[in-house]
């Protein structure tokens, strides 16, 4: 039978990451309380309903002065507590106890700490230095921010720091998007699920429960699909059913006979977008969509499955979600050992960092995940780039 040897030149990696995102838009919008919101991604700007602090604080324990009486004594007519300010005004040669957090009392306009102070009944005398300005160990009114001011811009990942500055901006809930439904399904006759006896020439799975793994940190609600066989009707049957943001298969992506996954999602009535990356592991991924659906449709060999999910997967996950910044974060380090030049694909190498250096494992088979689970970090070779010498900076990606 005469294979197809026309294929479709392979596309670089940051255009199929931008015709991916160019697929979908995010998923709809919820709003949810603080605390089940972390994680998500805010779906609109959220701006401060309050000013923080809403008054001139103390920043520190001990007397409220007006810094022009300096250097003291001073009467001590009262006290100013968080959530208990001093009643009256802080007059010239007065001075009021006051606690971190506390309401600088009108009058006051500085803080000598207790340390530089000592008290003698209701007189006070400064013990050490003293504030060095007018204002020292005290917070201005709005030094956080202002009524107005916006806190989050949408597309702002939810991180613990952003929802305690919207629980302080005055918000209880905040707009996000709803969970990202992604399906996976394994392809290949020769797979069984892990742990069940894998007879003769049978492969335990893996591909899926990494992928869960992968996705594990996402707001995501994972439908299981399970292993599929290798067979066009039950893909095509499978595919037609299911109900998701997001489709992602692993395995039959290339060109060999058993490589159905692209015609069984046409059966379905999918379209493929684009087909065959210039990256390595991973060239045969695709992408396209399928009814509501989009569709990745990634290699078999594991480290491709899981070069393919770092670059394509879970940025999908996270443009669905709502992310204005969804691709994986690049880091710099320096290379432990010099490498050759490289094809014409951009090459992700499994890695090593020991000592902020970067060390490339030897044997770089996309088949082979003890080398993947001892790699701490991918290193980034662009497509045709010359050949670089121990010392010399490069791009990596942290995978552990
Ligand atoms: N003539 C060509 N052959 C191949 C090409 C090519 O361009 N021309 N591309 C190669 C590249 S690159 C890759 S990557 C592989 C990927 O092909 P498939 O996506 O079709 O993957 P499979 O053949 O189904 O499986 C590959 C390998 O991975 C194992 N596998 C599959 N699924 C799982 C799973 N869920 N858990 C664990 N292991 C899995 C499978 O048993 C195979 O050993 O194609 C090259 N061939
Ligand atoms: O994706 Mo393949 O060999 O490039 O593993």
Redesign the pocket.
């Known amino acids: 039978m005469p294979h197809p040897t026309r294929l479709t030149p392979l596309i670089p990696v940051a255009e199929a990451q931008s015709r991916l995102f160019a697929l979908a838009r995010p998923v709809p919008a919820e709003t949810l309380p603080l605390r089940a919101a972390a994680g998500r991604w805010a779906a609109e700007d959220v701006l401060a309903r309050r000013t923080q602090p809403a008054a001139d604080l103390s920043a520190m324990d001990g007397y409220a002065i007006r810094f022009a009486d300096l250097p003291g004594p001073w009467h001590v007519v009262g006290e100013s507590a968080a959530g208990s300010p001093y009643p009256g005004t802080v007059g010239m040669g007065e001075a009021t106890r006051i606690f971190t957090g506390a309401a600088l009392p009108p009058g006051a306009d500085t803080v000598l700490i207790q340390e530089e102070a000592a008290r003698d009944g209701a007189t006070l005398h400064l013990d050490g230095e003293g504030p060095a300005h007018l204002g020292r160990n005290t917070r201005a009114r709005g030094l956080d921010f202002h009524a107005g001011a916006l806190l989050l811009r949408a597309g702002d990942r939810l991180t613990p720091a952003r929802v305690a500055v919207a629980a302080t901006g005055g918000h209880a809930t905040l707009p996000v998007r709803r969970p990202v439904r992604v399906a996976i399904a ?3 006759d ?2 069984v699920p892990a742990g069940s006896d894998a007879t003769g020439l049978q ?6 429960v990494m992928l869960a793994a992968m996705l594990a940190d996402l707001p995501v609600e994972v439908i299981d699909l399970g292993i599929l066989p290798d067979r066009l009707d039950v893909l095509r049957d499978a595919f037609a059913a299911i109900d998701a943001d997001l489709l992602v298969t ?7 006979d ?2 159905l996954v692209r015609p069984a999602l046409e059966a379905a009535g999918g379209t493929i977008d684009f087909w065959r990356i210039a990256l390595r ?4 991924m695709m992408a396209g969509r399928l009814g509501e659906a989009v569709v990745l449709g ?5 480290v ?1 499955a899981f070069v393919t999910a770092t670059l394509f997967v879970r940025p999908m996950v996270a443009h669905l979600a709502g992310a204005r910044d969804p691709l994986p974060t690049m880091t710099g380090a320096l290379l432990g050992e010099d490498l050759p030049a490289n094809g014409g694909r951009t090459d992700y190498l499994r890695a090593e960092l020991r000592d902020g250096k970067a060390y490339a494992s030897t044997i770089q088979d ?2 082979m995940l003890l080398t993947l689970a001892r790699s701490t970090c991918l290193i980034v070779r662009e497509a045709d780039a010359p050949a670089a010498r121990a010392g010399d900076s490069a791009e990596i990606l942290i995978i552990a």
């Open positions: 394994a392809t290949g020769e797979l492969l335990p799975e893996s591909n899926g692993t395995g039959g992506a290339s060109v060999g058993h490589d592991p991973g060239k045969p990634l290699p078999g060999n594991p491709s996309s088949s």
